[in-house]
Structures are given as structure tokens and as C-alpha cells.
Nanobody, 115 residues
Framework: QVRLVESGGGLVQAGGSLRLSCAAS????????MGWYRQAPGKRRDLVAT???????NYGDSVKGRFTISRDNAENTVYLQMNSLKPEDTAVYYC?????????WGQGTQVTVSS
């Protein structure tokens, strides 16, 4: 079993910054990728950013240039630096890990951006 522990969410004013962290632990043999998705009320879960073990990143269009994903492979930890936050970034942010044969999701952390 794999466990994901997320931290760093909260309330911030528009234009501010937050940093999310997610640590994966448990029966992890090899990680293909880690990343973040988000889901606002009444909307589908959308890609925020992903990063592979090799360092390849992929970002959702709405966060390009504002968010940066990074990863500590040795610690199976992924970070999301979020700058220039907008009210439309308000959502529950979910961490995930792809371990080739399966993927696992965290419980989610709330990010609220006030205008």
C-alpha cells in the first residue's frame, strides 16, 4: 500500500504564493511520475502539473508561467510552488503518484485565493 501525505494548502490573497508538498511512502518499488491535479466545486478534476522521475514536466495551460513543480526522487516527495495566485485557482489540490502498475491519490488539500 502507498500513502501520500499532502501539506501546504491554505488561504491567500490574490497575487500571493503558496507551496504544496506531498510525500509518498509505503510499498513503492519504482515511481514513474508524481504530480498535482485540482478540483473546484462543480467542476472536473484537472491537471495542474506532473513531473517524471527523469525530470520531464507537464503543466496545465492555466498555470503555465505561474506554478513550478519539483521533485526529490530520493524522498519520493513532490512540491508545487504557486505564485501570482488568482481566485480561479481556488480548489482542492490532489497529489498523485504513478508507480507503473497503479496510481495512488492523496486526500487533497484546500487552496483558497481571495480577491
Amino acid at each position: 500500500q502507498v500513502r501520500l501525505v499532502e501539506s501546504g494548502g491554505g488561504l491567500v490573497q490574490a497575487g500571493g504564493s503558496l507551496r504544496l508538498s506531498c510525500a509518498a511512502s509505503g510499498s513503492i518499488v519504482k515511481v514513474k511520475a508524481m504530480g498535482w491535479y485540482r478540483q473546484a466545486p462543480g467542476k472536473r478534476r484537472d491537471l495542474v502539473a506532473t513531473v517524471t522521475t527523469g525530470g520531464r514536466t507537464n503543466y496545465g495551460d492555466s498555470v503555465k508561467g505561474r506554478f513550478t513543480i519539483s521533485r526529490d526522487n530520493a524522498e519520493n516527495t513532490v512540491y508545487l510552488q504557486m505564485n501570482s495566485l488568482k481566485p480561479e485557482d481556488t480548489a482542492v489540490y490532489y497529489c498523485y503518484v504513478d508507480v507503473f502498475l497503479d496510481d495512488y491519490w492523496g486526500q487533497g488539500t484546500q487552496v483558497t485565493v481571495s480577491s
